[in-house]
């Protein structure tokens, strides 16, 4: 299934560098989002972008930057990053934001990992 | 705030037992609600959704509004269905994509 692709599929870095995680849908999708996956809280949203205009982002550190250029392409930019930072970032898109009943289609996510 | 509540964090069965997955939400409209599946090195993905009142895998879900709850139900658990499940409401009823805690779904041979 190709749908939303995620890379890379795992990511260790230091608290220093700065790194991007990317999102691809092929779906024709026009809403699209990132979510944390850890142990501690199963799953935190993180931002939305409908028709490439965010339209949510729930309180998340400057160190997280997304940038959506069209509505095929999601990116989280990472800089000077945190231990706790470490975890298991998806992406996902859906139609857009009026179709209320079109679910979520998720990627497989970036493992990463902040040393 | 509205939101859904999963209120079990694990779930443990034997195969072959009734399983029954709880959500409830806080949403004084006609709220309309997912159930995703994640499967161990699986991504997460839809398993269904109450304006179908489809069947997937042998799994249904009615939305109770008097009860305000959205429950996952099986009537035979199979070993194949252990699985991370999460309630999600769609983004016109709630406005922002908070997704329920999660519950783990074991079951035991």
């Known amino acids: 299934e190709t749908g939303v692709t995620q890379t890379p599929r795992h990511l260790v870095m230091g608290m220093t560098n700065k790194k991007s995680l990317k999102c691809e849908q092929h779906?024709?999708?026009?809403?699209m989002y990132w979510y944390k996956q850890s142990a501690k809280k199963p799953l935190e949203l993180m931002f939305v972008y409908n028709f490439k205009e965010q339209t949510e982002n729930n309180s998340v550190p400057s160190r997280f930057s997304p940038e959506c250029p069209n509505s095929s392409h999601l990116f989280l930019h990472l800089h000077t990053l945190q231990p706790e930072d470490s975890a298991l970032y998806l992406c996902?898109?859906?139609?857009?934001?009026?179709?209320?009943?079109?679910?979520?289609?998720f990627g497989d996510g970036t493992r990463l990992s902040i040393l | 705030a509205q939101r859904v509540t999963q209120p079990e964090k694990l779930l443990s069965v034997f195969k072959g037992a009734p399983v029954e997955l709880k959500c409830n939400y806080s949403y004084s409209g006609s709220p309309e609600l997912f159930w995703y599946v994640q499967y161990s090195r699986q991504r997460l993905q839809l398993l269904l959704r109450?304006?179908s009142r489809e069947s997937i895998k042998g799994f249904t879900a009615d939305l109770n509004k008097g009860e305000t709850s959205f429950h996952l139900k099986k009537p035979f658990a199979q070993e194949e269905d252990s699985a991370m499940y999460y309630c999600a409401p769609s983004a016109h009823n709630f406005n922002k994509f908070y997704f329920g805690s999660g519950t783990k779904l074991n079951v035991k041979p």
């Open positions: 996902a898109s859906s139609q857009d934001l009026a179709y209320s009943n079109q679910p979520q289609h």
């Open positions: 779906l024709g999708h026009n809403a």
């Open positions: 109450h304006i």
